[in-house]
């Protein structure tokens, strides 16, 4: 058994090196969360439509996201009170400045930020906590923790380099996102193909070793700028981590942790509903695809009547706007993410969007956290 050392992001120190992975709408939320940080790991809870429950979400859609943030973060806190807890918040939401600010005054102990480049999270940050002052409200005794999502070492150098000459800081974590992941990803089809992804109607494959390259110069870029703001910023890396020796490897290549996400659908904790875990056990390896979500970004699903629907050209009614990305026109997208997005959640699976990673097709029961952590972990008994 290899012990693996804590994560260490500054003076938030986490016992095992395992972040959870983000996954929204209303996959990762305070249950999962909460279960992640009381085993000793990262919990994230994704704030992407966070308030589709509310009664008031087709109506007042920002104030109904904006409860929930604080609702959930909330929850969590009581699964695990002293565990890391933290949000993922995606820069291609729109108000996404009203999240970052939400998240920190909830009391979260990191934000994780992609979907984008996250130029302008350390200035939301600090107009969080002026608000917070001038409201009376007490600062947190340490400080949150932001970590930007990148998946080249020149968006890495991009985000590092801007945040340092517009705010003088340095990112506290960084998340490298492989092209393995699930949901939405930080690729080009051309970037894809170049790493084995072969078309979109083709499940990936994948070219290990280009990747890990790409993974050490990510890591160099950060550790350049780590030494500049003379502290080691650490690296973990996200995208197809499903068992021990994943971990293992991801951390000789350098990275510090892993974050993982496809693995803790298919446990009793996660807040997504029967039938989206049982998709995930049914799929076969061939039924994960790559396809394009209404703005053209990349994403990894399971192929289901929903996504032939849409292949098909058959367009789904769309009754309302949610405003939920910036670069969307109602007129002219295929379908409404959140809603397919939703109707995942909520276990209509015949009409949803099923985001997954590309081992989704590997699980075969539904688990729990503890003991899906104490496997990554290398500690997990037969």
């Known amino acids: 058994m290899n012990e693996l050392k804590p994560l260490v992001i500054g003076d938030l120190v986490v016992k095992k090196p395992i972040i959870q992975g983000g996954m929204g709408v209303g996959i990762s939320l305070h249950k999962l969360a909460g279960a992640v940080a009381a085993a000793g790991g990262v919990g994230i809870i994704s704030s992407a439509q966070i308030g589709f429950r509310e009664p008031d979400f087709t109506t007042n859609f920002v104030e109904a996201n904006l409860r929930a943030i604080r609702r959930e973060m909330q929850a969590a806190r009581e699964i695990s009170p002293d565990g890391a807890i ?9 108000h996404y400045d009203m999240w970052v600010k939400e998240a ?6 990191i934000i994780i ?6 130029v302008a999270l350390p200035e939301h940050v600090e107009a969080a906590y002026a608000e917070m002052k001038e409201s009376g409200q007490e600062l947190p005794a340490r400080r949150i923790k932001l970590a930007p999502i990148v998946s080249s070492a020149k968006s890495a150098m991009v985000i590092c380099k801007m945040w340092d000459r517009k705010c003088h800081v340095a ?7 492989g092209p393995l992941a699930g949901g939405h990803l930080g690729f080009s089809l ?7 992804a072969d078309t979109e109607d083709v499940p990936a494959t994948y070219d290990q070793a280009a990747y890990d390259e790409e993974v050490k110069a990510i890591i160099k870029v950060v550790g350049e700028y780590g030494a500049k703001y003379g502290r080691h910023i650490p690296v973990v890396t996200a995208g ?24 803790f659908v298919t446990t009793e904790e996660c807040d997504a509903s029967e039938a989206y875990k049982q998709e995930y056990i049914k799929a076969g390896k061939e039924d994960i695809v790559i396809t394009k979500s209404p703005v053209g970004m990349p994403g990894r699903a399971i192929m289901n009547p929903f996504l032939r629907q849409i292949k098909s050209g058959d367009r789904p009614v769309i009754k309302s706007c949610f405003q939920c990305l910036e670069h969307c026109d109602i ?3 295929p379908y409404c993410i959140t809603m397919a997005l939703v109707k995942a959640a909520e276990g209509d699976t015949e009409h949803a969007l099923l985001f997954c990673g590309s081992n989704a097709y590997r699980a075969g029961k539904i688990d729990t956290v503890k003991h899906v952590m104490d496997d990554l972990m290398g500690e997990a008994q037969e």
């Open 171 to 177: 990112p506290d974590l960084v998340v490298i996102e």
């Open 113 to 118: 930020s992609g979907a984008g480049l996250p």
């Open 104 to 109: 920190v005054k909830a009391g979260a102990d």
């Open 240 to 263: 197809g981590i499903y068992t021990h020796e994943d971990v293992l490897h991801q951390l000789e290549l350098g990275a510090d942790g892993v974050q993982v996400g496809t693995r």
């Open 86 to 94: 933290g949000f993922n918040i995606m820069v291609a939401t729109k």
């Open 331 to 333: 007129r002219t997208i």
């Open 190 to 196: 051309d970037q894809l193909t170049s790493y084995g």
